[in-house]
């Protein structure tokens, strides 16, 4: 074999490595951000069966109850948005929100349940209670359009992984050196994820926050990168 | 040229559905049922123009919530269908009024002004690169109706 084409060949074989990483890359991601979704989802219905205990059984009130179910579902919501990848927080903050504060939710629910036009204040003290138990009820469900997708992005993502599971295993059963090669799958895998996963952070701080698109290509030039760098040095 | 159809002239009732599907609802207009089942749980606001009829639904998830776009045609049948939504993000439908001859300006989410333009003829668009962000659509390349926005991020 020329210099030449063993240069070309290790060219190639670095390239088809920094690809394996970035299917590991894609999975990750898409795996950790579906996890984190569905632990919003447990968590917020948890709390909200917490809740709902606590007011049936006297330890406090519904309107205490309905208060709480509103402040602690933003603050699961932040917990999770932190644990999510860089591309899954800057897809969640790419749109401003516009919630309702607690009393337009009050007074929306009492239309709802009551009748247009009703006021709160004019509802009796079961009534009230009523209002203020679906908004405790409301505040443990998540739009279960968005966790099914998620459910299904999350099969995607294993199904990469297992794709780049499978493309390693491959490359260390026709290795000479087995040893070596699994340790350097285990590598350039490993730096793929985490050069993702650190694209993704430092783009999202070059674009600002809310931009997936931007955070996404920065996610997959860092795996690739980091995956190419490790390969090239192994 | 489009105007608001009175309170009562659309009727909704809300479909059972499956803990994970997203919530559907059967609606009539002045008295004459919609074929289909349309996703969407409470009925924000309802317009006709040319015979055409625009409805507002939302999907009932105060902390999440989605707001659904529907025209109808004539026979009621379902033309286009539109869904603003965001994960871990929410809205608030707010009306802020009507502008002749085919539009609706209001407020959902993105800190920003939507309108919905009726178009007289059904228009091309493309996949994932011709509607704002946020908002969504079944695969397809044509639409009945734009709908416009400049949504800003959360910070």
Known sequence: MTQGNAADRSAFENAIRGLEADIAN???????????RQSYSRQIAQMAAELRAAASSGRITWAQAAQQAQETRNVIMEVIRGRSTPVGRAMAEQLKREGRTLNDLIAR??????????????????????????????????NPRVTTAMRRLSHAGRGLLFVSLALSVYTVATAENKGQAAAREV??????????????ALAGLACGPGAPVCVAVGAFVGGALAAFGVSSFW | MIHALPEGA????????????????????????????????VLEAAFECDGRTLLFLTDDVPHEDALQV?????????????????????????????????SVR?????????????????AVRLPLISEPRGVHRRLGFTRHFKVHGQPQPER
């Open chain 1, 26 to 36: 894609a999975g990750a991601h898409l795996a950790l951000d579906s996890a984190a």
């Open chain 2, 70 to 102: 529907h025209l109808l045609d004539e026979r009621q049948q379902l033309l286009d269908s539109a869904t603003l939504s965001s994960m871990y993000s929410t809205g608030s439908f707010a009306l802020i009024g009507m502008e002749p001859p085919r």
């Open chain 1, 187 to 200: 590598a350039i895998t490993g730096a793929g994820i985490g050069g993702g996963i650190a694209g993704g």
């Open chain 1, 109 to 142: 629910k009492a239309q709802q349940m009551y009748g247009n036009g009703v006021r709160f204040d004019a509802l009796t003290p079961n009534q009230r209670n009523a209002v203020y138990a679906e908004i405790v009820a409301s505040a443990g469900r998540s």
């Open chain 2, 10 to 41: 659309v009727t909704l009732r809300r479909l059972p559905v499956a803990e994970d599907a997203g919530p559907m609802a059967e609606l009539a207009v002045k008295g004459r049922p919609v074929p289909q089942p349309v996703p969407g749980a």
């Open chain 2, 106 to 122: 209001f407020r959902f989410f993105g800190g920003t002004e939507w309108v919905v333009e009726l178009l007289d003829e059904p």
